[in-house]
């Protein structure tokens, strides 16, 4: 009977009002709880009953997997994307995929590509990379070529170099040995210049001379974002991000054609050179783009604002590529749909991942794109509107791989992303700073005293960073966590599961009342006390 009058109140408290949240068996399949109605002193068969949140997310008995939480019966790819919800502003998906397909910039994702890595090191002047060294450079140009399948590092060399964003990267001598070491090279078939951006006359010489395909980290970063992302809003901001690499392609075919004598003439009475038809077809191009994006931006505002009426807090999870992310969430929810990967850039797509803090309390954690150095400016340009989000967020965890060699300049690095993206101070100040991976260092001491030791990986120290989170998010959002004392015969508990959460209900049969332990809003508390205890 105990245990009758136990899932019956659990079926209760699955009820909550507060929104289309429901729990999911497997990633595809819904399962709705039934809105019953039925007044909780029907369960009071004993004289306390006790029940929590926890068995309910837990419970095999209605066969609920542990806290997968989505909006809509969608649910692609772990988590849910803004786009996940249904579309009145509708941008259809063939639109956005011939956008993305129809101008690829060339050479980049055809096939397989055996890469030489070249990293120009700045010996001083105002480049020079104070926060790093070249090999560090390197190796992350290296982790950049591995992320991509089908694509090897072959060979790598490190030149000193005064200027690299001058005309010429490398000296005469330097250049020439350059040359002969890159011909000697059996089997290459690109070659990855780490640099931010290379000018299109450097691409063309370089190409010229080398016989061979040139990237630089601008090109690379993309095809990388290219392959991963899932997203419309994704895919369009890459091709958007594509556009200046169509340019300078437009320009260097225009100049091979110009040596052959054609592509500054007239086309047939138009009054269009072709380099003027090309250019304008991509700037019509980049119009249809943009205004396909403010579609989606407009919607991600209403979505915002609507997600805030269902009083969900946001913990956004940043931080630098690979620091673990994606499997600090996944420990955090336990949602299975999560899939981290040892890869830069593995994910590209925002996406919201419910979890339960000790008291119960629902929160959206937010999966966020990684942090890079030197990430060229124009990326920053198109993904800071995916990182708008951060902003809005009641709190924000910053992960970092505390094994990792650049840890500190990673640090600062993401430091600077987020004052470039006027983060508000609320934020920054509440920021908690995570130290993942501490089981690869043996006994590792925090010397931070805020920071958080955890291992993503082995589930160690979420206990305290979930108690701290559940600390900042009550303090942040401005609510309390409170026992009322509630009469049975009265609307009081019904109220309390609309306006606010409830998290145990202690029933005492004898008196007919209730103990109930609730997260309510300031404002929520203030007509509570109004409608029923000033009577
Ligand atoms: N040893 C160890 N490995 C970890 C830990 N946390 C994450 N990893 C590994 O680090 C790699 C990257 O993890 P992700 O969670 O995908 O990292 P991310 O920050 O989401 O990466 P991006 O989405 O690419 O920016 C994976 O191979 C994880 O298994 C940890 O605590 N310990
Ligand atoms: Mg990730």
């Not at 690299?164 to 090279?185: D, V």
């Not at 601008?218 to 890459?238: D, G, P």
């Not at 890869?343 to 966020?368: C, E, I, K, N, R």
């Amino acid at each position: 009977m105990i245990a009758l009058t136990r899932i019956y109140s659990q079926l209760l408290l699955l009820q909550r009002p507060c929104a289309r949240i429901w729990q999911t068996t497997t990633r595809s399949t819904i399962c709705r709880p039934t809105p019953l109605h039925t007044p909780v002193h029907a369960a009071a068969a004993s004289n306390t009953l006790r029940i929590t949140g926890a068995p309910i997310l837990q419970s095999r008995a209605f066969g609920l997997s542990a806290c997968s939480f989505k909006y809509t019966d969608d649910f692609s790819h772990g988590g849910f994307t803004d786009e996940d919800e249904e579309d009145e502003d509708f941008i259809e998906d063939s639109e956005v995929e011939e956008l993305f397909l129809e101008q690829v910039p060339k050479g980049i994702g055809e096939g397989q590509h055996r890469i030489f890595i070249v990293h120009p090191d700045v010996k001083w002047g105002s480049r020079k990379q104070y926060l790093t060294t070249a090999e560090l450079m390197m190796a992350e140009a290296v982790g950049l070529v591995n992320t991509l399948d089908n694509w090897t590092v072959v060979d790598k060399i490190i030149l000193s170099t005064k200027t690299p964003e001058k005309k010429r990267i490398f000296g005469k001598g330097n250049f020439q040995s350059l040359t002969e070491k890159i011909r000697q090279t059996a089997g290459i078939t690109a070659v990855f210049v780490n640099v931010e951006r290379l000018s299109p006359l450097s691409e063309r010489e370089f190409e010229e001379a080398w016989g061979l395909k040139v990237f630089d980290r601008y090109s690379v970063v993309l095809h990388i974002f290219r392959c991963n992302a899932r997203t419309k809003e994704a895919k369009l901001q890459i091709s958007l991000a594509e556009i200046p690499l169509l340019r300078s392609c437009l320009r260097n075919e225009i100049a091979n054609l110009d040596q052959q004598g054609g592509g500054t003439r007239y086309i047939g009475g138009s009054g269009e050179t072709l380099l003027e038809v090309q250019q304008r077809l991509l700037k019509e191009r980049e119009m249809k783009i943009r205004s396909a994006l403010e579609k989606l931006r407009k919607k991600r505002h209403l979505r915002r604002s609507q997600r805030k009426h269902k009083e969900f807090p946001i913990v956004s999870v940043l931080g630098y590529t690979n620091c673990g992310k994606t499997t600090l969430i996944k420990a955090l929810t336990g949602d299975s749909g999560l899939q981290p990967r040892n890869q830069l850039f593995a994910t590209l797509d925002v996406t919201m991942h419910a979890g339960q803090l000790p008291s119960h309390m629902t929160v959206l954690y937010v999966d966020t794109i990684g942090f890079l150095s030197q990430l060229p400016h124009q990326l920053i340009d198109s993904f800071s509107a995916t990182l708008e989000d951060i902003k809005h967020s009641d709190l924000l965890i910053h992960v970092r791989d505390i094994s990792h060699p650049e840890t500190v300049n990673q640090k600062v690095n993401v430091q600077n992303i987020l004052k470039n993206l006027q983060i508000p101070d609320r934020l920054m100040n509440s920021m908690i700073e995570v130290h993942n991976k501490i089981d690869l260092i043996d006994n590792y001491q925090c010397v931070e005293p805020d920071a958080f030791p955890i291992s993503a990986l082995e589930e160690r120290g979420l206990a305290e960073l979930k108690n701290k989170v559940e600390k900042e998010i009550v303090a942040s959002t401005g609510k309390h966590i409170l026992d009322l004392k509630v009469d049975l015969s009265t609307p009081q508990l019904s109220w309390l599961y609309k306006e606010a959460t409830v998290q145990d209900v202690n029933v005492i049969a004898d008196e007919g009342s209730a103990i109930v332990r609730v997260i309510i809003s300031t404002a929520a508390y203030g007509r509570y006390k109004k409608l029923f205890t000033c009577r």
